[in-house]
């Protein structure tokens, strides 16, 4: 990979691990190891195993105390296959302690299983015992490994263990992975006082492709984000990096956010000085309308001074008020086959601008944007909600998506048309007896939430909207509806009509 690719961050789709599991047939949501491990670590704890825990230790202790053989070699990775290594890592090198197992003879069978591990967990539990025995003749396996997002917690870990140079080296690694790797490498550095790395953490570091707020308290306390931004020359960079620490602050969410930031108001009252001067862009105005966002929404709990939300309110209301955002936009929409068009649609949104000719010109292009499906729907008038209905019975396979029932979760590449559909029907219910061919097709399709959304309209237009067919075609789904509550929904339904 590293001399195809580089050292990284590497294409998400340009390796398999041996023991990755196929994507499920209902096309359910793919929950993978790496995500489970980033969710356990930092929202619940990993579990114990005490007596994996205990029979993993008596083996490696026998391997160490004589020659190893291959047969015995060869129990041991189907032993550390078993038990998740996260439920076993921290007790079993604790216990190696105790035993006072020797080192040099434990950093081999580290180095061994890491570098031949056929199953992930075999390969994690390596890791954490060349991080518990190895030293710095590690370090590049180390990094070749914690390149897969799937062993950068063990290869961070064990790179602080190992490596005398211990910020250095988790810097390195930080920058050759992208998402929950990403994550647990910057948390970290946390504390570090090394330029260049407070630097990258400003302008780089804290950016991740599961939620930049995980990250956005550590970049701006330990990059000291307030004194970057009182530097003469704040380039752009800087500026952009300070916009998106300051947004995921402002949203919040899983780590410490605006209200745990001890330097929030002058941090936000010098990036509204930088940001009013600067060049307009989407990033920007992303970061803008974040800010605006909590300030509206906040109230005197903030334990700020006096006097300091309201100025600070005022001043970036003022700022998202200037004309050269809503112009940004439109000149973005205005491209239905730009690459910036979804974030543009998203940004009108916000700032209440008129989208839905540019939306259903978008359609014309990109017919299973489900993002621009369910923009325009719920953004339209009536008149302009027939134009997008008589558009989808066009542009959609309506004849592929009568593809159920079933209890497909929607999921999946092959899903594309169906969330499109789900987004139309999803809108419909602010628009009794609009789009009829689209709640027939909704109502025999495969995915649960789709007929249930076509069935939702139904009930939302009233008695007197809903002509007889589509009672009948109630009727009919009803009679073959594979999901309990959504059949007993359905039932409900035409009682209520029959009374």
Known sequence: MSLRYGPGPWPRDAYQLPDDPPPPADGGPVMTSVVLDGIRTHHFGP??????????????????????????????????????????????LEELCRRKLPRDRLRLIGRHLAEHGSHRNTTKIGIALIGACGDERDRDLLMLLGTLEEFTLYAVVALLRTQRDRQRAVYELARRVEDWGRIHAVERLKGCDDPEIKGWL????????????YLAHIAATSGDLYSALLDSEVDEALLDGAGGILAALAVGGPAEDMTDYPEAVPCLGRYADLIDVREANLDRLSAVLAITGFLRDSDDGLNWADGDLVRLRDRYERILSQPRWAELVLALLADPSGEDFTSALWAASRLQLPMVPQILTRLQVEPLDAYAWDVVIRHASPDQA??????????????ELANGPGEHFGFGSDAAADQALESIVGGLDAFPGVGLPLIRVALVNRVTRIRRAALGALTAWGRHAVPDKAVEWVRAASAVEPHKETREEMIAFLSSRDR
Do not use: C, W, Y
Request: hydrophobic share 45%; net charge negative.
């Open 386 to 399: 027939r134009q997008v209905t008589a558009l989808a019975e066009r542009l959609l396979p309506l004849e």
């Open 47 to 92: 579990g114990e195993d005490a007596a994996a825990v205990t029979a993993i230790a008596d083996r490696l202790e026998a391997l160490v105390e004589a020659a190893p053989s291959h047969e015995s070699v060869v129990k041991l990775h189907r032993q550390l296959s078993g038990p998740d290594a996260l439920s076993v890592v921290d007790d079993l």
């Open 202 to 213: 400003l302008r780089e570091g804290f950016r991740n492709g599961v939620m930049n707020e």
